[in-house]
């Protein structure tokens, strides 16, 4: 075990000189800082109810929404693969705002850069150019393990037993504080508050890093030592592991988060994994499958293989992708995103159809429903509310004012259109209700007559612990209120939810290999109480079936 702290202590990976120059940046291997350069101004924000210190409007605006995930590319074969590296997250930077990073293999070395921010903030050609090497990995990150901070921006690359070696990981492991309580009173000392941590450290100290792996095929060894790692976590993760010899992508038995395997068009021997087929589309590859759960694909020099190391089971794909999350130009878990979205408002306006004028989106997650509500109902679709994209990099101190204002920055309603019309106000989720309360009223003081609000999904009454940032269960409006009462708050005239039932017959056969676990309490995989929130966030239905 204490080879696992040897790891990180003693990692002392090369930094391009070059790199040296950007003096807004922090460059990181391993634990180790550059700190010659000049940091960013950090601000402590952390997600869940651990909020302190000051935080942008459009942190303040997204408040009461689930948040995304964590996006995830890798490239191998392809020169420059950096760059393609960059633009793959530049194309999942929906997934995740909080810091992005990229490692590269050259010469045979892992080279490694990263930071808090934007892919736009974080990258620039010189350090793409800097980064040269034909295999990357990327990471988006948004924190839904472990505070903000840039020692939790990955990839993370510390050096096995002498071989490099860098993870990018999309999901939440269920089980990651007992497995980092068991390593801590084994010896090893973490450099994070992440879970995706905890692999490095398993892999560490595998017994399948003994002695009988010594002077085998680096890749091989490594490959063991990531499936005994994995064999000891539960719950989600779509991985990217990166080592000089190798590329792999490894995707939990159950398949709760999105991972794709492509190729460049004119290059047979590339390949590309990414969390989803919105990243073909910008760098002009082509999608060729999904990793399956419980798949690991391993690419060397020598080609590909595909393992299946752990017992199968029935895929749980987290619907919430095709509600919320993914791009809606993306195909996830074979089906169209953006389809998935148009049917879920037809299917809205078949179940709980109005009188109205006009059917208005709350921009942008809820435009197909809104269009697939117009479209059923034969009601015209106006876009009603406008989004502002310029709020979000201001810092301000979070007074009760600007609170207030949080969703008229974010959100402004086109007075020419409602005034004096009967409104369906679609939206893709209810979480807190407090941006709808507002939104609500936003749209009376403009002139409404009527707001019928539509929401394209199921009311969530319990938490995510697969790699969803979501509130403490108490925090749910649907845990606390029924129906109508949500429909008070709000103040809405009438308000109706996607039924849980017609979401499942939109899956048909697919049904059962769907989380809907924040809908219907059926949780996959049982989170332990010591799981980051707190024990009682657990919604008291969802362990008795
Ligand atoms: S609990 Fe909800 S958000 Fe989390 S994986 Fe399941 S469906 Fe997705």
Redesign the pocket.
Known sequence: MMESAAAFVNSTFPVPKSLVKHQQHKIFYGNNVCKQLVNRKVFSFQNKSHRTGPITLDTLAQLDQ?HEECGVVGIWGIDSASKYAFYGLHALQHRGQEGAGITVVSNGKLYEYKNLGLVTEVFNDDILSELRGSAAIGHNRYSTSGEKNIRNVQPFTVELSGIQVSIAHNGNLTNACKLRRHLELRGSIFNTSSDTEVILHLMATSLLASSSYTGKDPADSLVQRLIDALSRVEG?YSLLLLSPSCLVAVRDPLG??PLVMGKMKNSAESVIFTSETCVFDLIGAEFVREVDPGEMIVVTGDGLQSLFPFPSQRR??????HIY?ARPTSIVFGRSVYMSRFRFGEILAEEAPTEADIVIPVPESGIPAALGYSAASGIPYQPGIMRSHYIGRTFIQPTQNIRDLSVRLKLSAVRSIIENKRLVVVDDSIVRGTTSRKLVRMLRENGAKEVHVRIACPP?I???????D?PNTKELISHNMSEDEIRQYIDADSLAFLPLDQLHHFLGEESSS??????SGN??IRPLPSQDTTQDNIHPKVFQQ
């Open positions: 689930f989600a709760f988060r749980k794909a987290c619907i919430f992708e999350f969530i319990g938490s995510c612990y697969y790699g969803v979501t769907f989380c809907d676990a924040c809908f949780y996959p």
